[in-house]
């Protein structure tokens, strides 16, 4: 064994007997060698064949924290025919240290053994070391120490220096997205035989985040930590980023802290985009619409339009409650026409990240005469004013028509001589107008249809055909 600095250890030695070992007092020398340096120890052994008893205690060894108290087990067994009372009794235990035993008297039946229940304390200022305690096991009114009324057994008491626990927790970082959970197993190890009940609990929590402990008491004892389930849950309030979390211990007036990192992450955002249409012309209105998910009301969309030479401007429309949003835009005549772009952006923020959609393309137009002009009504009558031309220009070409017959006939009449002026017969003063002398017509026939016409006439009444000169 190796004893540590200033302190001790300890070891077992069971001697055996056997049927034929002889009935006698028996004095044995243990020795220990270490170091360059050698040391010895005397010990006594009674070997009898009377009706006796034998006391002995388990477990051998404890580790017992300043300020807490450990149990063992006393057993007294019959040997032969016994079974008496026998008195139970640490003797002189070191300061700082004391004992009870239930029940102090036992008496074991023949051929088996009674129990005992010894139960240690060690008070806060017990210097720390190992200490070996000396169970007395006599029968009433024995005061003798080597006899066979009485009999010894003895326990080690481990006395640590520190006496605590310790809180680790794993993971020590991890991320969590907000209306997520993150999961943390909190373990508490005893050190120098701690085992009271420690309560968890959490500090520098951040805004917004809520968090619980299954359960939020736990006992490690001196060969088993304890474990414990932290949850910790960040809601739409809490604001995304790196934070530092301790997770305390308390008990017996020790805290212990173990810090982990979290990550809280924004909650991702899409968004949408629709554009119906892929030409607008200068003066109409271009509407667009949205939405982004998940569904945010007031959520400010940054929709960002991009003229042909490359120049942008933003206009901002704000989400419904619904998380749907639209802008109207009407090209102006200081707009360029060409290819234009449109996309939508939301920078985030609070448990939001940001987002942006795909880049989509339209073209602005120059508008028509007729559309420049307002006068676009005559598009929707086109049809209809085709037609009412075609009927003017039908009826001005009858009337050309007609009017050049008219002339071609009067053209063909032969020229009637002009009145005569004769005097009136009732006064020699008075000249009146005679009546005309009609002469005889001189007619021809049309040498295309046969038609008799004038003879002076150049086009034939029925054929308009030319006549001959």
Same mark, same amino acid.
Request: glycine share 6%; hydrophobic share 45%; net charge positive.
């Given at each position: 064994m190796t004893p540590p600095a200033g302190g001790s250890e300890f070891a077992?030695? $069971?001697?055996?007997? +056997?049927?034929? =070992?002889?009935?006698?007092? @028996?004095?044995?020398?243990? #020795?220990? &060698?270490? %170091?360059?340096?050698?040391?010895?120890?005397?010990? $006594?052994?009674?070997? +009898?064949?009377? =009706?006796?008893?034998?006391? @002995?205690?388990?477990?051998? #060894?404890? &580790?017992? %924290?300043?300020?807490?108290?450990?149990?063992?087990?006393?057993?007294?067994?019959?040997?032969?025919?016994?079974?008496?009372?026998?008195?139970?009794s640490l003797m002189t235990p070191p300061y700082g240290i004391s004992y009870t035993i239930t029940p102090s008297t036992v008496t074991p039946p023949v051929g088996d053994a009674a129990t005992a229940t010894l139960e240690v304390s060690v008070s806060p200022d017990v210097t720390p070391d190992n200490y070996a305690l000396m169970v007395r096991a006599s029968l009433p009114d024995c005061f003798t120490t080597t006899s066979d009324c009485v009999d010894y057994s003895f326990v080690v008491v481990q006395v640590p220096s520190v006496t605590e626990f310790q809180i680790a927790v794993s993971p020590s970082t991890q991320s969590v997205a907000i209306n997520q959970d993150a999961s943390f197993t909190v373990q508490a190890a005893s050190v120098g035989g701690f085992y009271s009940d420690i309560q968890l609990n959490l500090n520098r929590v951040p805004a917004g985040v809520d968090f619980s402990f299954n359960p939020t008491t736990i006992t490690p004892t001196e060969t088993n930590p304890a474990t414990s389930t932290l949850t910790i849950s960040p809601s739409t309030s809490a604001l995304a980023g790196d934070y530092n979390v301790d997770v305390i211990g308390t008990s017996q007036g020790i805290t212990k802290t173990s810090t982990i990192t979290l990550t809280i992450a924004a909650i991702t955002t899409q968004l949408t985009l629709n554009v119906p249409t892929t030409a607008v012309k200068r003066g109409d209105t271009f509407t667009v619409s949205g939405s982004i998910s998940p569904v945010q009301s007031g959520a400010a969309i940054n929709l960002i339009y991009t003229r042909p030479d490359g120049s942008e401007f933003t206009r901002t429309v704000q989400t419904g409650p619904d998380g749907t949003f639209s802008d109207q835009y009407t090209p102006q005549t200081v707009d360029l026409v060409g290819p234009w772009k449109i996309r939508d952006e939301y920078v985030g923020g609070g448990a939001y990240s940001s987002s942006q959609s795909q880049v989509y393309d339209f073209q602005v137009v120059e508008t028509t005469f007729l559309e420049t002009y307002g006068l676009l009504?005559?598009?929707?009558?086109?049809?209809?004013?085709?037609?009412?031309?075609?009927?003017?220009?039908?009826?001005?070409?009858?009337?050309?028509?007609?009017?050049?017959?008219?002339?071609?006939?009067?053209?063909?009449?032969?020229?009637?001589?002009?009145?005569?002026?004769?005097?009136?017969?009732?006064?020699?003063?008075?000249?009146?107008?005679?009546?005309?002398?009609?002469?005889p017509t001189a007619t021809k026939v049309c040498f295309n249809c046969g038609q008799v016409i004038a003879a002076n006439a150049r086009f034939c009444d029925k054929c308009d055909a030319t006549q001959p000169a």
């Open positions: 077992i030695i $069971v001697v055996q007997t +056997t049927g034929s =070992t002889p009935v006698d007092t @028996y004095q044995l020398t243990i #020795s220990g &060698t270490g %170091g360059g340096f050698t040391d010895s120890a005397t010990v $006594v052994l009674e070997v +009898t064949y009377t =009706t006796t008893f034998h006391a @002995y205690v388990t477990p051998l #060894s404890q &580790t017992i %924290g300043l300020g807490y108290s450990k149990q063992y087990q006393i057993a007294v067994a019959s040997l032969g025919d016994f079974s008496s009372p026998v008195a139970l009504w005559i598009a929707d009558y086109a049809l209809w004013i085709v037609l009412l031309i075609i009927v003017i220009v039908v009826v001005i070409m009858g009337v050309i028509v007609a009017l050049r017959r008219r002339s071609r006939e009067e053209k063909r009449r032969p020229s009637s001589p002009a009145p005569a002026l004769v005097p009136a017969p009732t006064s020699p003063s008075v000249w009146q107008r005679t009546p005309p002398v009609v002469a």
